[in-house]
Every structure is written in structure tokens, then in C-alpha cells.
């Protein structure tokens, strides 16, 4: 029996052996190459500001898809760059800087536009050598609501911020903001800027982007013993700024002053001075849900750019706290910058100092996903 | 805007002369102004700063615990081929700074600090120090470390961060 099976299995592998080699795998076919089309858009995508902080004149913008966790293109940024995306999301703005010969030569500055559909640049407006080259925030660059205008902040360190059209690729015009810095778009045609004294210069322009009218407000907030973030964060009626120490500043732009709430606080009186926002894009708000979410870290005075531990939660609505969140026993680092997705199923991004950024389901808090260093230092999250 | 430029510019001198705790130092500010001075720079580094604090880290150049650098946002020079009073080689000062108030307990004073940028080369990469105290968002530009101070050199592209002690804070400012 033993040499009947032996045989068996030598005439079984020959067969095998046979076959295999009178049916050998078909060989590849030639391949054709393409460059790759984005999907249709997504309210789960999110554009990852890159300051690439170790050489800064190579800053980018990654498109990164928050279910189905890939990277699905980049838009190039040079250096210190502001970044923004048109009312409709279809436009990529960007403001920045380019020297001659790489990292030196003569400067030029330039707001380029990309289409969101393909990731090209599609024109650019060439910018006098003024822009504000600073952290990023909403207000470095900025499209007017109704996408007419596109607003550059410049400063020398003299402030003041270029009207352009982009539509024609002209500069319109340029308006001296007189010490308050940065373009804080609201409706058609109206600019606003944070000043020194702690108030807020509205500037009104007319239909060819000429300044018909300005308005200084009264003081919002102290600029010595507890300032706001530059880093606003959009309402429904304007924005809302938080302060180093926690307290809301919502201000309403709809009209030609803005109006100002009385601020509420993100922390108790115990907790006040003890925990605190920061880091870099301090707050997101998903506005139909009307909530806010905002890193926050204990500790004092000159931590304000220090990422959370912690993501708290709250309705904007009654100011209740909703949630506190912590990053760190799920593996993440501090927290420098959060958005979150608009739509009825929305998703909590969260860029770390570790420079990975975090998905979470943000009605319930629950991580999702850690897309592991997504460039080299995320520090603004667009959508 | 030029001349709006050098108003605002001068105005922002004046201001940062009169601010904070100085005015002696403003003299020995200008002085040193003059001479080479100004600048820090800025973007932001979020997080950057190395833990270390211990005694030796307070008072060694090449580490963020270093007292002078208590508002600091950038490369060292030190670590950069230069020093925390000069450029690396091959850069520029930049000719505008914002200016930070440390203490050094080596002597229990506070000292005036101008945190100039050295420009014209493109990151150093080297040595990333953030420190905030008593920094303030850039819509206060003589307190704020998230500029770009090379802005307005011929060269802005910005390379790394020195501190320049600009001298002692009078008692009582």
C-alpha cells in the first residue's frame, strides 16, 4: 500500500506539473498611464494647511478624504503662504510668496487660484511685496460672500489689504487699514480687521472695490489682560473669537457695524486661568448643529499656542458644555488645529503636534481613524 | 503706502519704546537698533519648544530653555552657525523686531530682549524654539512672534531667530 500511495503522488505532481506548465499565467498587458481624476466632492473632505515649518518656501496644501482616508491630491503654497477656498468650494486660493532663485532672488507675491476639480492652478494675480507673511489663519486671504472679490491682507509691518478681482485677474485697489490688521470678509463688500485698541475697522467698499465707507467699533475685548486668536471661527451671522484665557467673543457682521454679544465663557471660575484654549486653529463650529469645539490644555500664561489634551464640546446655543474629549489615551498628541464638516453626519478633524491628523465622529466623539503624518506640520484645516 | 509705511513704521518704534516696561531701554534700544537690531520672527512653531528646564538648559544658547528666549519663535542662530547675538554667516538682520521682556535668574532682573530674524537663506531647521510669554496675536505687531520680521528686508526669505539683550527693566515699569 505504501509504494501504491507513493506512486499515486509522484503521478499526481507530474500531472500537476504538466498543467502547470501548459497553462502558465497569462502575461500583464501593457499599461496605459493617466493621470488620476478626483472624485466628485465631498463634504468629508478636508484641505490640510502645510506650513512645512523646516523649509518654509515649500509649504502645500493636502486634499485628504475623511472616509476613505487618503490623500487624494496637493496644491503647492511657497512660502508662509494664506490659504483659502472660494464660497462654492470649486476654488483653492492662495497667497504667497516666491523668490527668484528658490530661497532667494527677488520676491514676488502672488494670490493663485487652483480648480478644486483638478488641483491645477488655473491664473494668478501678481500682488505688490506687501502680504502678510504670518501663521495661518482665515483672514490672510479671503473671498468676498458672493465670490466678487478676493481680499489680501498686507502688512509691512504698515497694515492695510488689496482688493482684487478674480474673475478679471486684476488688483483693484489697495485700502489702509490704519493699525488693524487682517481681512475679515462679511457679505458683498464689506472688509473687517482686528486693531491694536482691541476694536474691529469695517470698511465698506463699492461695486469697482473702492472704499465708500468706515466704521470703527467700540472696544470688544482687552488686548493686554485676556486677547482673542486672530484665528475666528465662522458663525452664521459672522464669526466667533475666542480669548487666551476662554471667553466667546461672537460678533455679528450682517451689517455695517458689527455687533458684538456679550461673551460667555469656555471654562468655570475654578477652571478659568487652569485650562485654556490653543494651539494654532483654536475652535470649529458646525453651524446648523450650532456646535463648537475647541482644544484645550491646562495651563498659564504663555501657553496659548500650546495644542489640547482635551476637545471640548458645547451648544453654542445655551453655552452647556456638551463633552470633554481626551486625545491622549487614544494615542494622539496635542491637539493644534480642528474643523468640521458641515453635513448631517459630520466628521471632527483634528491636526496634532505630532503632525497626524485625527477623524472623529464628531456628534459622538468616537475616533475613527489616524492618518498618520499628514505632512510635515498641519497647522490650518480648510473645508 | 511708502510713506504710510514709514509712519506706521516709526509710530511702531515709539510705541514699542513707550510699551512694556521700558523706556530706559528705549534709549539703549534705539542704540542698538541702529547699530543692527531689530527683528524676531515669527510663524508660529506650535509645540516646539524642548522640555527641559534644568539649570544648565536655562543658561545654554543652543537650548530653548535658555531665560533669554522666553518669547522666542524660530530656529536658534546658535544652533545655526551663528550666535544668540549674531547672524549666521552669509545672512542679513532684519531691520524691524518686536521686542520681549524675559528674566534672567542668573541675576533675578528682567531684561528687554530684541528678538531679530536673520534673513536671506532659507530655513535653518535646525534648533525649532516656541515661547510665548507675554506674546501677544498679530494684530499687536511690537508683541507678536508669528511675523515674518524679514518682511522688509531685501532678502525676506527668513533663515533664524537671535535675542539681543537690549538691557535691564527699570524698577517699577
Known amino acids: ?383 | 503706502m511708502r510713506s504710510l509705511d514709514r509712519l506706521f513704521e516709526e509710530s511702531s518704534r515709539s510705541l514699542a519704546r513707550r510699551t512694556s516696561r521700558r523706556s530706559l531701554l528705549a534709549g539703549l534700544g534705539q542704540i542698538l537698533t541702529g547699530a543692527a537690531l531689530l527683528p524676531l520672527l515669527p510663524l508660529e512653531r506650535g509645540n516646539r519648544a524642548q522640555a527641559a528646564g534644568s539649570k544648565a538648559a536655562v543658561d545654554d544658547p543652543q537650548s530653548c530653555d535658555y531665560w533669554r528666549y522666553c518669547a522666542i519663535d524660530g530656529f536658534l542662530c546658535a544652533c545655526c552657525g551663528g550666535t544668540t547675538t549674531s547672524c549666521p554667516p552669509g545672512t542679513a538682520p532684519s531691520p524691524i523686531t518686536w521686542i520681549g521682556t524675559c528674566h534672567n535668574p542668573a541675576d533675578g532682573r528682567h531684561y528687554m530682549v530684541s528678538y531679530n530674524d536673520c534673513c536671506g537663506k532659507t530655513s535653518c531647521g535646525n534648533c525649532a524654539c516656541n515661547r510665548n510669554e507675554r506674546e501677544k496675536p498679530t494684530y499687536r505687531p511690537s508683541r507678536n512672534n508669528d511675523l515674518n520680521w524679514c518682511m522688509a528686508n531685501a532678502d525676506s526669505n527668513y533663515h533664524c531667530s537671535v535675542s539681543v539683550v537690549l538691557g535691564p527693566v527699570p524698577p517699577g515699569t
Open chain 1, 1 to 383: 500500500m505504501r509504494a501504491s500511495a507513493t506512486f499515486a503522488l509522484m503521478l499526481l505532481a507530474l500531472l500537476t506539473g504538466a498543467l502547470t506548465r501548459a497553462d502558465p499565467p497569462p502575461p500583464l498587458q501593457a499599461e496605459q498611464l493617466t493621470v488620476a481624476q478626483l472624485p466628485p466632492a465631498s463634504p468629508h473632505w478636508v484641505y490640510v494647511f502645510d506650513e512645512a515649518f523646516d523649509n518654509e518656501i515649500d509649504a502645500r496644501v493636502d486634499l485628504f478624504d475623511g472616509d476613505s482616508y487618503r490623500r487624494l491630491g496637493q496644491i503647492d503654497a511657497g512660502f508662509v503662504p494664506g490659504v483659502n477656498l472660494s464660497p462654492d468650494g470649486k476654488t483653492t486660493v492662495v497667497a504667497t510668496t516666491y523668490f527668484a532663485r528658490g530661497s532667494r532672488g527677488t520676491r514676488t507675491d502672488v494670490v493663485e487660484f487652483t480648480d478644486n476639480t483638478t488641483l491645477a492652478v488655473t491664473h494668478e494675480i501678481v500682488l505688490p511685496s506687501k502680504r502678510a507673511e504670518t501663521v495661518p489663519s482665515l483672514f490672510n486671504v479671503a473671498y468676498s460672500a458672493d465670490g466678487h472679490f478676493v481680499y489680501a491682507a498686507y502688512i509691512t509691518p504698515a497694515a492695510s489689504f488689496g482688493v482684487l478681482d478674480p474673475v478679471h485677474g486684476t488688483v483693484l485697489g489697495e485700502i489702509d487699514t490704519a493699525g488693524c490688521q487682517l481681512v475679515i470678509p462679511s457679505g458683498p463688500n464689506r472688509v473687517s480687521s482686528l486693531c491694536e485698541s482691541g476694536r474691529m475697522l469695517t470698511v465698506t467698499l463699492d461695486e469697482h472695490g473702492h472704499e465708500s465707507g468706515r466704521a470703527m467699533s467700540e472696544q470688544f475685548f482687552d488686548t493686554d489682560r485676556d486677547p482673542v486668536f486672530a484665528q475666528g471661527i465662522p458663525t452664521p451671522s459672522g464669526y466667533a473669537f475666542l480669548s487666551f484665557l476662554g471667553e466667546v467673543h461672537e460678533v455679528d457682521l450682517r451689517g455695517p457695524q458689527p455687533v458684538f454679544a456679550a461673551p460667555w465663557p469656555l471654562v468655570s471660575g475654578a477652571e478659568k486661568g487652569v485650562w485654556r484654549p490653543g494651539g494654532v486653529q483654536v475652535g470649529a463650529i458646525h453651524r446648523s448643529l450650532g456646535r463648537l469645539y475647541v482644544p484645550m490644555h491646562k495651563g498659564g500664561e504663555g501657553t496659548h499656542k500650546d495644542g489640547g489634551t482635551e476637545i471640548w464640546v458645547f451648544d453654542l446655543a445655551s453655552h452647556r458644555r456638551l463633552a470633554r474629549w481626551q486625545v491622549r489615551p487614544q494615542g494622539l498628541a496635542p491637539v493644534l488645529a480642528v474643523q468640521v464638516s458641515q453635513d448631517a453626519a459630520p466628521i471632527l478633524f483634528a491636526a496634532t503636534t505630532a503632525s497626524d491628523v485625527a477623524v472623529f465622529d464628531a456628534l459622538s466623539g468616537q475616533l475613527r481613524h489616524i492618518e498618520k503624518h499628514l505632512g510635515q506640520t498641519p497647522w490650518m484645516l480648510l473645508n
